[in-house]
């Protein structure tokens, strides 16, 4: 069995990817409805395209394992695309119910990891409770808003998460096999 050691580190690219999150988090902020509308769009085209690409491979795999479930999951997914793309609306007030579900289970995943030891517990709460009250907010609200809702919980989102890169970057995890039964506590 070896030990693990999770360490944080912030380079350039944390920074640079932190900034280019922040200034896109503005942008969805200043379009939401223009944003929520082409997520949608993007994830139905996204989908389509990986139906079809699954489609096309599951016949390229006629004859050996797998074949099957390749081909149900491509037809599946390509279904997805075009409902996504046909019924625009509808998939809108789906997504907003799962983003509201996402972001307060991120939330609360958050808000937990803040009394673990060594992290970053001012930045995990304020995160854990932005991304918590934004998804309560979602599903008490998803009917009524969710054209523009989803955009605002988007941009607010890529906001904090590009804030927190800037501040505290990434997370890496070491795998030290020197350790195998040493005593060692981590601070």
Request: aromatic content about 6%.
């Amino acid at each position: 069995m070896t030990d693990v050691v999770v360490r944080r580190r912030r380079s350039g690219v944390d920074i640079v990817m932190g900034v280019l999150l922040v200034i896109v988090g503005l942008v969805v902020l200043a379009h939401v409805v223009w944003s929520t509308v082409v997520s949608v769009v993007f994830l139905g085209w996204l989908a389509l395209v990986g139906g079809v690409v699954a489609l096309v491979a599951a016949v390229f795999s006629i004859g050996r394992g797998g074949f099957w479930a390749t081909a149900l999951s491509g037809g599946l997914l390509l279904v997805r695309g075009l409902m996504l793309l046909r019924h625009t609306g509808a998939a809108i007030l789906a997504l907003t119910l799962l983003a509201g579900s996402l972001f307060l289970a991120g939330g609360i995943v958050r808000l937990v990891m803040a009394f673990d030891r060594g992290a970053p517990r001012a930045a995990l709460l304020l995160s854990g409770v932005v991304s918590a009250v934004l998804g309560l907010v979602v599903l008490v609200n998803w009917v009524a808003a969710s054209f523009t809702l989803l955009g605002v919980l988007l941009g607010a989102q890529a906001l904090t998460d590009g804030i927190m890169l800037v501040l505290f970057g990434s997370a890496r995890v070491d795998r030290r096999p020197e350790l195998v039964g040493a005593d060692r506590v981590e601070r």
